[in-house]
């Protein structure tokens, strides 16, 4: 079995499988915290698909997400109740045959310490798999078949074992710069559209805010290249009013924010 996606990917979409989120039972907080990890390691995370627990569904989603970006997570769908079908709905996806892993069942019959009933033993049925990748202490593999990352819906799961591989998906760093100032969107977008044809290669964002704030809109520059990044914030700077700016940030590499796997 291979230990690494090929080709590394640079773009990615998370499919996020579970009724739960669709009805408000459950707020997905993977979808937002892969997008960090994935950000500050250089992939851009360029889909975020909710979808129902149908095994149609699943297979039809992610068939075509796999066409479409470097890799494709899923969350969800992977314990040993009726509504797990994630195994069933890929295996759909790319007409393999769904086949129980030994090598699972033993785990489980290990972390289970007993006789196994079926519902149990549900967790080992998945598609033939490219990858199993193990975590030391932990029950749930992620299951790989081509650029398909299967993985628990559980956060706290999700989170361990995507940590435990992302260093596979280190790309080039990203490196950020902010500014934060007074002056009114409108006021600044005609000085924002010319720095954005100047650097076609970088990536401009401002986001206005509203309410009591010492700030009314956040400009951000970013680029893989350190240097092409701070001749556009220098750029952006330059044509901002000096007594407007009230903080900044300068360009830096960008890194996961506290509390996120390293």
Same mark, same amino acid.
């Given at each position: 079995m291979s230990s690494t996606l090929e080709p590394q990917p640079e773009t990615a979409a998370v499919v996020i499988i579970g009724d739960e989120v669709l009805t408000g039972k459950t707020q997905d907080t993977n979808s937002h915290w892969l997008a960090a #990890? +994935?950000?500050?390691?250089?992939?851009? *995370?360029?889909? @975020? /698909?909710? &979808?129902?627990?149908?095994?149609?569904?699943?297979?039809?989603?992610?068939?075509?997400?796999?066409?479409?970006?470097g890799v494709v997570f899923t969350s969800g769908g992977v314990g040993p109740t009726h509504d797990d079908l994630t195994y069933a709905g890929v295996a759909r996806a790319f007409g393999v045959p769904l086949q129980r892993s030994e090598e699972l069942v033993e785990r489980i019959r290990l972390h289970y310490r007993g006789p196994l009933n079926e519902e149990r033993l549900k967790m080992a049925?998945?598609?033939?798999?490219? #990858? +199993?990748?193990?975590?030391?202490?932990? *029950?749930?593999? @992620? /299951?790989? &078949?081509?650029?398909?990352?299967?993985?628990?819906?559980?956060?706290?799961?999700?989170?361990?074992?995507?940590?435990?591989?992302?260093?596979r998906f280190r790309l080039r760093p990203v490196f950020l710069g902010e500014i934060f100032t007074r002056q009114a969107e409108g006021d600044i977008a005609a000085a924002l559209n010319s720095v954005v044809a100047l650097h076609p290669l970088v990536r401009i964002g401002s986001y206005p805010r509203l309410g009591r704030s010492p700030y009314r809109v956040k400009i951000t520059v970013e680029s893989h290249e350190e240097q092409v990044a701070q001749a556009a914030y220098d750029e952006i700077l330059s044509r901002l009013e000096a007594d407007g700016v009230v903080d900044q940030h300068s360009v830096a590499?960008?890194?996961?924010?506290?509390?996120h796997l390293e």
């Open positions: #990890e +994935l950000y500050a390691l250089g992939v851009s *995370l360029e889909r @975020v /698909v909710v &979808i129902p627990d149908r095994v149609e569904v699943i297979a039809q989603t992610v068939a075509e997400l796999s066409t479409r970006f049925d998945i598609p033939r798999p490219d #990858e +199993l990748c193990f975590t030391e202490g932990m *029950l749930t593999p @992620v /299951v790989r &078949i081509r650029n398909v990352l299967m993985l628990p819906g559980v956060p706290e799961l999700f989170r361990q074992l995507v940590g435990a591989m992302r260093e590499v960008v890194v996961p924010p506290a509390g």
